[in-house]
């Protein structure tokens, strides 16, 4: 396992843009896919995003497409989630995930999935006030 530190989180409106980033202990971080979680009050764990070891192929949720992206920097071992255009709908804690293996799943159900994951970072939260 790796661990996992996110940060960047806080309170903003609506249309305005946050970058989270997740720092990893692991030197060899590009053997480790890595995904964004997030997690509303109430609400099951949505997954949000992942990208490769290589940082050359990443997935999105439909409700993010268009507004987040993801990118790492495997020099600094970090991951990073780039979030414009925010709604309130947005407002969750956000967790990043890592699983060793630096190809994606060819299943989206797969890439998706909680249970794929042994790492996790503690979370880091985002408000966003109409």
């Known amino acids: 396992q790796v661990l996992l530190v996110e940060s960047g989180g806080g309170s903003v409106q609506t249309g305005d843009s946050l970058k989270l980033s997740c720092a990893a202990s692991?030197?060899?971080?590009?053997?480790?896919?890595t995904a964004w979680f997030r997690q509303a009050p109430g609400k099951e764990r949505e997954f949000v995003t992942i990208?490769?070891?290589?940082?050359?192929?990443?997935f999105y949720a439909d409700s993010v497409k268009g507004r987040f992206t993801v990118s790492r920097d495997n020099a600094k071992n970090s991951v990073y989630l780039e979030m414009n255009s925010l709604k309130p709908e947005d407002t969750a804690v956000y967790y990043c995930?890592?699983?060793?293996?630096?190809?994606?799943?060819?299943?989206?159900?797969?890439?998706?999935?909680?249970?794929?994951?042994?790492?996790w970072g503690q979370g880091t939260r985002v408000t966003v006030s109409s």
């Open positions: 990208i490769s070891g290589s940082g050359r192929s990443m």
């Open positions: 995930a890592a699983e060793l293996g630096s190809i994606l799943p060819p299943s989206s159900r797969s890439r998706s999935n909680p249970n794929s994951y042994h790492s």
């Open positions: 692991e030197s060899t971080f590009s053997n480790y896919r």
